[in-house]
């Protein structure tokens, strides 16, 4: 008896701790060869640890203003896609939690399907409706695509949000002479914002990972976001690794941060159904 | 004035012109559900435009021959779906796709469902580790595959350096340059990547399944396996039903890590058919056999989907 519990415990840590050497081990080596000089950096075979730490690498990236205007590209394209997907998605996540209309169903399974919709069956007719409205490079046709990817999910996500506020809260605002507008600006907003906060963080994380809607339609330089212009970065001439991996490190940092904060609800979305990988 | 006259039950929502409001009102006498279709509005009218008609557009486009540079469409029946099915390549590329989508799915339930069964155990730590497998699922695809091809580098990656020291690949060599090794490394990192969605969407199932049931298993004395056999396993089969699917679609239709690993190199090894469709497109701007490629593979799928859906429908009934 003592014996079998014990490898029902071992076995666990085992098995995970192979998992979190090969989850962990290819960030921490980025993060490591970010930090070497180039003499420890181009050895082979490789050393695990550094003797010497640099900050060499981010030093010449944070002097380039190409580095800087990635970082800010991606920063805007996200905000606003954030702000756009988030206005939309709660207006109808709470229309369809709140309110029965006919065709609801309809818009449901609508929004379920384009949730599941491969960006790569829809990128070659989004791209000539971009081009049509003038928008190709330029930051507003980046937003309206990175829109398009994350809204079906947004809205799923937010519909799993509100359906946790009890509609009795509605019901008592509206008995006590609340409009259906201030119910919702005033009363169910407010009582969803850690909701709201998680759903922004995925749709923000979504938009500045996204690579093939940016490559597609922006071409400018000064426009570029961070997994556009890293890609180009080690196509283009030799490459330096010390700096690509002080970039990858610097993209990949506020992500995990990020994340980490709302994981929490992350955990909850997934057990209503309503994330995407 | 506003809330007596919603109280009333027969006012138009908001402030807008009486007779657009006295028409809405007459074409759905019910006034809530004419408040759930302005909340719904904005979005739907997004949806249509920006997600229904693109759908539509695609198929159009499909059979239409597109000239970029005037800004031209002519049809052309089924020409550009026997110029994709006529290349030469088709064979690879589709051989490609599925050992791509085959291992990579396989791959991702097994680790995926291995982590679950270990991060459900009630030991210390759990949660933590949790959080630590989960970090793929935001890390992003362009920082895996740059530190996928540092790690890989002929020279000085450390991957490539253990590959060599056992005798796999020869001095200098990167498996990138091999084509069942660039095959086998971009599926990996794509396991890497994949594998937690599946974990946490099986943990929640896990954590769906009431303790009352295997407390009831080990009163009737079932050992650990019979435990997973007939408690465990059976609550896993609508989340299986559901993450096949899609992670099947996701899976397929995936393009940024091969891109950006091995642009589908070496010499086409690695080239799905994402790969193609945008090759075909953004590559040679033949926009109407880009759009024949997503037709087939989007009906593929859909006719997959449906078969998979049917067929475990059937065998549930019965």
Partial sequence: MKRASRTTTLLPYAVTLVLVVFVGFPLLWMVLSSLKPSAELFVNPPRILPHAITFEWYANLIGSSDAISLFKNSLVVGVATTGICLTLGTFAAYGVTRFDFPGKHAFLGAALISYVFPAIVLFISVYMIVNSLGLIDTRLGLILCHCILTFPFALWMLKSFFEGVPREIDEAAWVDGASFAQTFMLVILPLSLPGLFSVAVFVFVLSWNEFLFASVMITSGDLKTIPLGIAEFITSFDIRWGEIMAIGTLATVPVVIMFLCVQRYFVAGVTSGAIKG | ?????????????????????????????????????????????????????????????????????????????????????????????????????????????????????????RLPGMTLIRTVLLLPYVVPVIALALFWRWMLDGSFGIVSAALQAAGTIAPDQSP??????????????????????????????????????????????????????????PHLVAITKVMLVLRLIWTVTFFDIIWLITRGGPGGATEHWPIWIYQETMGFFRFGSGAALAVLLAGTLMLLSAVYLLATRRSAAR
């Fill in chain 2, 176 to 233: 990138l340059a091999i084509p069942e090794g660039a095959m086998a490394s971009v599926i990996l990192a794509n396991i890497w990547r994949g594998f937690p969605f599946v974990m946490i969407s099986y943990w929640a199932a896990l954590q769906a399944i009431p303790h009352e049931f295997y407390e009831a298993a080990s009163v009737d004395g079932a050992g650990a396996w019979q435990e997973f056999r007939y408690v465990t396993l």
């Fill in chain 2, 1 to 121: 004035m506003r809330l007596a006259a919603i109280g009333s039950g027969g006012a138009a929502p908001g402030q807008r012109s009486p007779r657009v409001a006295a028409r809405f009102a007459a074409f759905l006498p019910d006034h809530k559900a004419r408040i759930g279709l302005v909340f719904i509005a904005p979005a739907l009218a997004f949806l249509i435009v920006f997600v229904a008609y693109p759908v539509i557009d695609v198929v159009r486009l499909s059979f239409h021959l597109v000239d970029f540079a005037t800004d031209q469409e002519k049809f052309v029946g089924l020409a550009n779906f026997a110029h994709v099915l006529r290349d030469a390549k088709l064979g690879t590329v589709a051989w490609n796709t599925l050992v791509w989508t085959v291992f990579s799915l396989a791959g991702q339930f097994a680790l995926g469902l291995t982590a679950a069964l270990c991060i459900n155990q």
